[in-house]
T-cell receptor, first 115, second 114 residues
Framework: EAQVTQNPRYLITVTGKKLTVTCSQN?????MSWYRQDPGLGLRQIYY???????DKGDVPEGYKVSRKEKRNFPLILESPSPNQTSLYFC??????????????FGPGTRLTVL | AQSVTQLGSHVSVSEGALVLLRCNYS??????LFWYVQYPNQGLQLLLK??????LVKGINGFEAEFKKSETSFHLTKPSAHMSDAAEYFC????????????FGKGTRLHILP
């Protein structure tokens, strides 16, 4: 089944404890992206990647890191999480970079709470 | 820069009534427009998209949207609401000024009244 998977789905952690949220897609998509969803703010893009080893900042990149060493994986890293990073996070992928009409496929989400 | 405005963070309709969710966009070039739906505890999935072909776009689950350039609108409609339509709906525009970026509206939560 074609899908985007994220792990973990739920995570409660404490301030300053490094964490990684994994994202993997099995559709051979070039483009991958991370969003955070907050009430009343919709989805905001954190980082995106147009292909392997190519990443760029979105609208709210502060406090986050990403890497794209393989086409299928795009982990989101919080080196020192803070309470304002408590949010619902979505990974998404799309077949081709530069094809703005392509449908984005979203993962099921990761609900992160930072105490 | 492109932007999207969704009117109404919450909309309630009775089962069987017309669903109308409003979306207005701002763009200096012809846009690509999308509607996504998010069911509880799930990710977003595409309902429909406008890519400069037909202005009336039909999507899944009986939804459709009409692109109106003169009104800069892309409202989502469904003739008869069903309880299973209760979800959050996001309008989005593809930003041609930035590589591959899609800008989402803040979302409208649709409530279906029995």
């Amino acid at each position: 089944e074609a899908q985007v998977t994220q792990n973990p789905r739920y995570l409660i952690t404490v301030t300053g404890k490094k964490l990684t949220v994994t994202c993997s897609q099995n559709m051979n998509h070039e483009y991958m992206s991370w969003y955070r969803q907050d009430p009343g703010l919709g989805l905001r893009q954190i980082y995106y990647s147009m292909n392997v080893e190519v990443t760029d900042k979105g609208d709210v990149p502060e406090g986050y890191k990403v890497s794209r060493k393989e086409k299928r994986n795009f982990p989101l890293i919080l080196e020192s999480p803070s309470p304002n990073q408590t949010s619902l996070y979505f990974c998404a992928s799309r077949p081709q970079s530069g094809m703005r009409t392509d449908t984005q496929y979203f993962g099921p989400g990761t609900r992160l709470t930072v105490l | 820069a492109q932007s999207v405005t969704q009117l109404g963070s919450h909309v309630s309709v009775s089962e069987g009534a017309l669903v109308l969710l409003r979306c207005n966009y701002s763009s200096s070039v012809p846009p690509y427009l999308f509607w996504y739906v998010q069911y509880p505890n799930q990710g977003l999935q595409l309902l429909l998209k406008y890519t400069s072909a037909a202005t009336l776009v039909k999507g899944i689950n009986g939804f459709e949207a009409e692109f109106k350039k003169s009104e800069t609108s892309f409202h989502l409609t469904k003739p008869s609401a069903h309880m299973s339509d209760a979800a959050e709906y996001f309008c989005a525009v593809s930003d041609r000024s930035r590589d591959d970026k899609i800008i989402f509206g803040k979302g409208t939560r649709l409530h279906i009244l029995p």
